[in-house]
C-alpha cells in the first residue's frame, strides 16, 4: 500500500484456472475471483493487498508473479498445493467450472486481522466467502471491520462447489447485510432466490443494509440499486473472446471509482449517509457505465485481463 492512497484489502482464493476452449486447446493461468478483482485494482495503480493460499509450487510461484507484476500485494496462507478451477467455455465463450479447492485461513487467520483493520476498503466473495473452514475466518474479518472500512461484496456463486444450499444461501445473506456495496450477477441471484425477479431481489437487499446494490445482467447491461430508486446502463458493444474475469473486472472498476470519490467514500461511512449531492442517480450511472466499459475490455481478449486506467480514458459505446 502506498502513504496517502485509500488501503484496500482483497479476501479470497488465487487460483489457476485450466481452461478447454471450444476449439478443443487447453490453456493455463491464473485466476480467482478476488484474485481478479485485486489484479483489477492493482492495474488502475490501488496497489492492493490479496489475502489468499497458495502453495510454494510452479502454480503458486505463477499466481504470485501474475498479480506482482499488476502491483499487487500478497499476502498468503501456506498450503500443500495451488487450488484449480477447470473452466469448459462454450462457443459464445461462456465459462462452466469444477474445482480442486482448499480454502482455510488456519492460525494466520487472527494475525491477519491486525492488516484487515488498517484497510479503508475490504473486499470479499466467491468460494472464500462461503467454503469452510475459511468461510467463517471471512466473517469474522469482516465483521471486524463493520463500521470502520467499507465492505465491498460479490458473492459469485459456484454451484459445483455448494453441497448445502441452504447454510449457502444463509452465510449470503449474512454477508449482505454487512456489506456496504454489493456486486452480484443476474445468475447468482437466480441461484439465491429461485423464481424471484431480480430487480426486486435487488431492492429487498438495499432494504437490509447495503447502500448500492449492483446486479449484471450479461448482454442486457446492468442495473445499479440504491434506498433512492433504480439505474439501468446498457452493455457495451464488443466482440466477445470469452467471459472470464468479466465480472471481476466490473467489481474492481466499481471499488476503484468508489475510492477515487471522496465523496462517495465519506457518504458509504456515515451513517444515513447519501450518494453526495445533486443527482445521486447520475452518480450511480457513471459508476456503472465505467464498470460496464471495463467488463467489455476484459470479454474482447482471452482469460482475466483487465484494463490499465489509461484504456477507460476511450468512449463506451453502448447496445
Known amino acids: 500500500m502506498t502513504e496517502g492512497m485509500p488501503r484496500i484489502v482483497v479476501v479470497g482464493e488465487a487460483l489457476v484456472d485450466i481452461v478447454h476452449r471450444a476449439d478443443g486447446a487447453v490453456e493455463e493461468a491464473p485466476g480467482g475471483s478476488p484474485a481478479n478483482t485485486a489484479l483489477t485494482l492493482g492495474r488502475l495503480g490501488r496497489r492492493p493487498t490479496l489475502i489468499t493460499r497458495l502453495a510454494e509450487d510452479d502454480r503458486g510461484r505463477g499466481v504470485r508473479r501474475w498479480l506482482g507484476e499488476s502491483d499487487v500485494e500478497v499476502v498468503a ?11 469448459h ?44 473452514p475459511g468461510a467463517d475466518h471471512v466473517l469474522a474479518l469482516v465483521r471486524s471491520v463493520r463500521g470502520r472500512a467499507i465492505v465491498t ?28 456495496v454489493v456486486k452480484a450477477s443476474d445468475e447468482d441471484i437466480r441461484w439465491l432466490h429461485p423464481g424471484r425477479d431480480v430487480r426486486q431481489v435487488a431492492r429487498e437487499w438495499v432494504a437490509r ?40 473486472t466490473f467489481m474492481g472498476v466499481l471499488i ?18 447519501s450518494w453526495g449531492r445533486g443527482d445521486r442517480s447520475s452518480v450511480v450511472e457513471s459508476l456503472l457505465r465505467r464498470s460496464a466499459y471495463a467488463a467489455a475490455i476484459t470479454v474482447s481478449r482471452p482469460g482475466a485481463d483487465p484494463p490499465r486506467r489509461a484504456e477507460l480514458a476511450a468512449p463506451a459505446t453502448a447496445r
Open 153 to 180: 461484496y460479490d458473492p459469485n456463486i459456484r454451484p459445483s462447489l455448494v453441497d448445502d444450499p441452504d447454510r449457502v444461501r444463509e452465510r449470503v445473506a449474512g454477508l449482505i447485510e454487512l456489506a456496504d
Open 209 to 248: 443494509g447495503p447502500r448500492l446494490v449492483v446486479v449484471t445482467l450479461g448482454s442486457e447491461g446492468a442495473i445499479g440499486v440504491t434506498a433512492d430508486g433504480e439505474v439501468a446502463v446498457p452493455a457495451v458493444v464488443t466482440e466477445v473472446v470469452d467471459t472470464v474475469g468479466a465480472g471481476d
Open 89 to 132: 467455455l462454450d462457443a459464445g465463450g461462456a465459462a462452466s467450472y469444477d474445482f480442486d479447492l482448499e480454502w482455510d485461513l488456519g492460525a494466520d487467520a487472527a494475525s491477519l486481522e491486525a492488516l484487515v483493520s488498517a484497510a479503508d476498503v475490504v473486499h470479499v466473495g466467491s468460494v472464500a466467502a462461503v467454503l469452510e
Open 77 to 87: 496462507v501456506a498450503s500443500a498445493r495451488t487450488s484449480t478451477a477447470t473452466a
Open 256 to 273: 476503484d471509482s468508489i475510492v477515487g470519490s471522496d465523496e462517495l467514500r465519506e457518504s458509504l461511512r456515515a451513517a444515513g449517509g
